[in-house]
T-cell receptor
């Protein structure tokens, strides 16, 4: 059973389009995250939600909008896609946002290519 | 702001040998976590080992161990008896233990490890 699952695995789209990436975790965790890995493999946090409430919002263009319908799901919607949005997007979860007893569990990533 | 630096973009080692990956970090905090994550070609991020800064004893997980030097802000990963399956990108990461934003991992640039048969 996959603990943190993301769909789709690959996403190719044209500039200007709107797309969504979905994430689900079956670990019973309260906290979920989106991380972005750029072409140089550098990983950086974008957002974090704890029990459907936004707790971390890094400096990310407002074209990126996370949505958490329940604590097991955290989706990422991207409007007006740009070439620079091409990257691998990782979803992750943890038991709680203090993290004292729970490391992050990552999904397998979604490779987004904007042409 | 905290930063994490991995000065070795690439490393290679013969199968069954030992290799050490370097990581340094910069922080003004005294209480934090450090991690090593592995990213194989499958792209999945896998936790290899973690160290709590207040613990003086170096963490070990089977063939993986760390050399944590708090004063020097150094956190190297040693892989003993290297296996072909160890080939991957390895990321060092830092996380504060402060209540707010505790799970905001700060990653290094990564080291690509190649295992030569």
């Amino acid at each position: 059973d996959t603990a943190v699952s993301q769909t789709p695995k690959y996403l190719v789209t044209q500039m200007g389009n709107d797309k969504s990436i979905k994430c689900e975790q079956n670990l019973g965790h309260d906290t979920m995250y989106w991380y972005k890995q750029d072409s140089k493999k550098f990983l950086k946090i974008m957002f974090s939600y704890n029990n459907k409430e936004l707790i971390i919002n890094e400096t990310v263009p407002n074209r990126f909008s996370p949505k958490s319908p329940d604590k097991a799901h955290l989706n990422l919607h991207i409007n007006s896609l740009e070439l620079g949005d091409s990257a691998v997007y990782f979803c992750a979860s943890s038991q709680d946002f203090t993290g004292r007893n729970s490391p992050l569990h990552f999904g397998n990533g979604t490779r987004l290519t904007v042409t | 702001a905290q930063t994490v630096t991995q000065s070795q973009p690439e490393m290679s080692v013969q199968e069954a040998e030992t290799v050490t990956l370097s990581c340094t970090y910069d922080t003004s905090e005294s209480d934090y976590y450090l991690f090593w994550y592995k990213q194989p070609p499958s792209r999945q991020m896998i936790l290899v080992i973690r160290q709590e800064a207040y613990k003086q004893q170096n963490a070990t997980e089977n063939r993986f161990s760390v050399n944590f030097q708090k004063a020097a802000k150094s956190f190297s990963l040693k892989i003993s008896d290297s296996q072909l399956g160890d080939a991957a990108m390895y990321f060092c990461a830092y996380r504060t233990r402060r209540f707010q934003g505790a799970q905001k991992l700060v990653f290094g640039q990564g080291t690509r490890l190649t295992i030569n048969p």
